[in-house]
C-alpha cells in the first residue's frame, strides 16, 4: 500500500506556492524543521530557478506560555504556509530586497568611524568614508529606490519579461504588515 503525500499548496493573486518539501542541512539542525519551495508566478507562470529556493526555518519544538513543550507546526500548517507566501512576495513582487544585515539601509554613518579608526566593512583594514562597520552594506532594489519599473535586473530572476508582478510598485514590506495583522490576531484570540 502506497502512502500518499500530504498536499498544501496555495495561492494569491501573486504566486502559487507548491507544497515545500523537506531539507534539512548536511550538518544537521536537530532542533528545526527546513522547508524548501520554489514559488510559480501567478500572472507569466514562471518558477523560481533551482539556485533561488524560498526556504523556511521553524522549530520543531515550541514551549507555551504554561511550559509545555509540544510539537512544532508542519508543512501542512497555515501559519508555515502563511510565512512562505508573505516571503515569496516579499522577495518576488516588484523590485524589492529586504536589508540582510539588520542595519535597515543606514547609509550614512553615525559613529565617526572613519576618525577613530575603526575596521571596515570586511573587517581587514580602517575604514573610509561609506565603509565602515555601521552602515547597511546591503544592495537595494530599484523599488527600494522607489524607481519603477525595475532597471537592475533583479525582477528578471524570478519573472518573465513584461510580468505585471515583477512591475507591481511598492513601497513597503509585506513582512512588516504580515506581523502587524499577526500581531492583532493574535490579541484578539487571547482577550
Excluded at 514559488?39 to 526556504?55: A, E, F, G, H, S
Excluded at 510539537?71 to 523590485?95: F, H, Q, S, W, Y
Amino acid at each position: 500500500m502506497s502512502q500518499q503525500k500530504a498536499k498544501a499548496d496555495v495561492l494569491n493573486t501573486f504566486y502559487r506556492i507548491p507544497t515545500p518539501e523537506n531539507a534539512p542541512l548536511r550538518a544537521g539542525l536537530g532542533d528545526v524543521y527546513r522547508f524548501r519551495t520554489y514559488p510559480i508566478c501567478q500572472r507569466c507562470d514562471k518558477q523560481w530557478p533551482k539556485q533561488y529556493p524560498l526556504i523556511l526555518q521553524i522549530p520543531k519544538f515550541v514551549t507555551s506560555a504554561a511550559g509545555i513543550i509540544s510539537a512544532g507546526p508542519g508543512i501542512t500548517d497555515e501559519r508555515v504556509m502563511e510565512e512562505l507566501m508573505v516571503n515569496a512576495c516579499n522577495k518576488g513582487v516588484g523590485c524589492w530586497r529586504e536589508c540582510c544585515c539588520g542595519r535597515n539601509w543606514n547609509m550614512v554613518c553615525r559613529n565617526n568611524c572613519v576618525i577613530r579608526g575603526a575596521p571596515d566593512a570586511s573587517n581587514h583594514g580602517p575604514a573610509r568614508p561609506g565603509d565602515c562597520m555601521c552602515i547597511c552594506a546591503c544592495n537595494p532594489g530599484c523599488g527600494n529606490k522607489k524607481q519603477y519599473p525595475c532597471i537592475c535586473g533583479y525582477v528578471d530572476i524570478f519573472h518573465n519579461k513584461g510580468c505585471p508582478v515583477g512591475g507591481f510598485k511598492r513601497d513597503s514590506s509585506f513582512i512588516m504588515a504580515y506581523l502587524r495583522d499577526r500581531r492583532l490576531k493574535d490579541s484578539r484570540g487571547r482577550g
